[in-house]
T-cell receptor
Framework: QKEVEQNSGPLSVPEGAIASLNCTYSDRGSQSFFWYRQYSGKSPELIMSIYSNGDKEDGRFTAQLNKASQHVSLLIRDSQPSDSATYLCAVKGPSGTYKYIFGTGTRLKVLA | EAQVTQNPRYLITVTGKKLTVTCSQNMNHEYMSWYRQDPGLGLRQIYYSMNVEVTDKGDVPEGYKVSRKEKRNFPLILESPSPNQTSLYFC????????????FGQGTRLTVV
């Protein structure tokens, strides 16, 4: 059973819409949660990190964490064609460990 | 410019021939890590290091070795590469506990024939 699950997509949204990306994780002791964007053929780049329940906003991006349901999400407002990429959810294990588990990613396509 | 540099970017080698992929960061990061990325399996952590001389296994350490003799360098060693180690490899570094995976290298595409 995968420890970090993401829908592989593609998720297609029109330009200007809100894209909603979701991730669930299995380890209740997980402490830190990250969203990365990866363009085809490139390395992952960190978009957001979140550590406590609730929402965290950074520009057009909002990360949401619900530890009770073991769910992390990323909202992208006013989606642009340049947002078309694969979005990776990553989860860091309990305090004291530096093991990271990545989901397989959701491919987002923003249609102009 | 802050960066994580991997070399080589592309490598084709034969089964059993020892190789090293280098990783260097210029940000004075304590934490460094190696991943492999395979279609359908995503990024999987191979090894990580919290500081000089401190390393630990990730999820898929078999067939790999690492060393951290200097803070800036974290080479990945394949003593006897096999075809199932054909993959895209990424090195990453970060400051500390929270934002630990902030920077990834450009990747090394390894093919073992």
């Amino acid at each position: 059973q995968k420890e970090v699950e993401q829908n592989s997509g593609p998720l297609s949204v029109p330009e200007g819409a809100i894209a909603s990306l979701n991730c669930t994780y299995s380890d209740r002791g997980s402490q830190s949660f990250f969203w990365y964007r990866q363009y085809s053929g490139k390395s992952p780049e960190l978009i957001m990190s979140i550590y406590s329940n609730g929402d965290k906003e950074d520009g057009r991006f909002t990360a949401q964490l619900n530890k009770a349901s073991q769910h992390v999400s990323l909202l992208i407002r006013d989606s642009q064609p340049s947002d078309s990429a694969t979005y990776l959810c990553a989860v860091k294990g309990p305090s004291g460990t530096y093991k990271y588990i990545f989901g397989t990613g959701t491919r987002l396509k923003v249609l102009a | 410019e802050a960066q994580v540099t991997q070399n080589p970017r592309y490598l084709i080698t034969v089964t059993g021939k020892k190789l090293t992929v280098t990783c260097s960061q210029n940000m004075n990061h304590e934490y460094m890590s190696w991943y492999r990325q395979d279609p359908g399996l995503g990024l999987r952590q191979i090894y990580y290091s919290m500081n000089v001389e401190v390393t630990d296994k990730g999820d898929v350490p078999e067939g790999y070795k690492v060393s951290r003799k200097e803070k800036r360098n974290f080479p990945l060693i394949l003593e006897s590469p096999s075809p199932n180690q054909t993959s895209l490899y990424f090195c990453a570094s970060g400051l500390g506990q929270m934002n630990t995976e902030a920077f990834f290298g450009q990747g090394t595409r390894l093919t073992v024939v």
